[in-house]
């Protein structure tokens, strides 16, 4: 087997604690499972910023271009918050995004059983929750033109932005969910605005076209205000969401809290190649950073979805997702999640737990 690269991109605030921890865990299943990784670091956000006056330096994006498979912290922090746009520590991250074309994000929404009581909500609505989000990572409002803050004639600025898709970028997010359906509970809903942006309403035109493609998948429709309330209303109701950019990041941190703290949530963001970079949902939580409390959990699920999606690695990524269940059953848990009767422990506990279990 030849050896594959996986590159670490720490990036800012919690980024570099919790990439640790994910590293360690990487590390011992590379030996364990006789993987042929080999690991490379980069800089990326804030912490590129610094050093090179750059949010994604050009020899970032070559090695992430290289690279097999991206773990990445989180990027960002009031340190940059004041910086024009093209020179926030965010655009590393969407800049990486749509260099790679990482088109299809995944962000599983699932209830670990033991942190039943850390979810806001009653726990008869949420238990047994398992939710995918499929968002639209390359395209809409995030990156439509014409975009930026102009002067009108009235001698006042206007700031605007365009949320267009094409067809070709609405179906191929759309064959992603709705495989994404099949393997799963075969119930895929489509989270629009039809009833006010034209754009939608095209997205909502081409998923009834694919469904043809899917009889096997129950396609419905739904607006996005009904959505972000039936989310908190009765989330089992939904199997796979599939929803552009902006919606499908605002609805990935609702359906996050569900499950009782967003510390718990891996992402995978992958291109047509099934090259993929994996990050754990949440920012970079300058509040908490360098206290050694952060929930490294999503991060090291994260690396799992990795060897799953990227590597082919599913012996792996199993033993990653089996050592995290044997650390929240023993009651460990970091603050994020928790509650009575459980054990607190620090972020570089939390790893070493991991560790042990593995
Ligand atoms: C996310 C984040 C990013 C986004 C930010 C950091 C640019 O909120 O991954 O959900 O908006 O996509
Ligand atoms: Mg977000």
Redesign the pocket.
């Known amino acids: 087997m030849m050896s594959r690269t996986v590159l670490l991109l720490p990036g800012d605030g919690i980024g570099p604690e919790i990439i640790t921890e994910a590293e360690k865990i990487l590390r011992a299943i590379n030996e364990k499972f006789d993987l042929k990784l080999t690991f490379e670091t980069g800089l990326v956000g804030g912490a590129a910023l610094d050093e090179e006056d750059n949010p994604l330096p050009d020899e970032t994006l070559e090695k992430a271009r290289k690279a097999d498979a991206i773990l990445l912290g989180a990027?960002?922090g009031p340190k940059w918050d004041a910086l024009p746009m093209a020179k926030r520590p965010?655009k590393g991250?969407?800049g990486l995004r749509s260099n790679l074309k990482l088109f299809a994000n995944l962000r599983p929404a699932i209830l670990y059983p033991q942190l039943a009581s850390a979810s806001s909500l009653k726990p008869e609505v949420v238990s047994g929750l398992d939710i995918m989000i499929v968002r639209e990572l390359t395209g809409g409002i995030y990156f439509g033109q014409p975009r930026g803050v102009r002067q009108l004639e009235s001698g006042e600025r206007q700031g605007y932005n365009t949320y267009a898709y094409t067809e070709t970028e609405i179906r191929r997010i759309g064959r992603v969910a709705f495989e994404a359906a099949q393997q799963r509970g075969k119930k895929l809903c489509s989270v629009d605005k039809a009833n006010v942006l034209e754009v939608t309403v095209l997205w909502r035109e081409i998923m009834n076209e694919l469904k043809s493609e899917y009889p096997d998948v129950e396609l419905s429709h739904m607006y996005v205000d009904n959505a972000a309330m039936q989310l908190v209303r009765a989330p089992k109701q939904f199997d796979v969401i599939v929803t552009g950019n902006m919606f499908g990041?605002i609805l990935?941190d609702e359906a996050a809290m569900l499950t009782g703290s967003i510390g718990m949530l891996p992402s995978a963001s992958l291109n047509s190649e099934k090259q993929g970079m994996y990050e754990p949902?949440h920012?970079s939580a300058p509040d908490i950073a360098g206290k050694g409390i952060a929930n490294p959990l999503a991060t090291i699920i994260s690396a799992a979805m990795m060897l799953r999606y990227s590597l082919d690695e599913e012996a792996a990524a199993a033993a990653i997702e089996a050592a995290v269940n044997r650390v929240l059953d023993q009651g460990l848990r970091t603050a994020d999640i928790m509650s009575e009767g459980g054990t607190r422990v620090s972020t570089r506990e939390m790893g070493d737990a991991v560790l042990a279990a593995l």
């Open positions: 990027v960002g965010e991250l969407l990041d990935s949902c920012g």
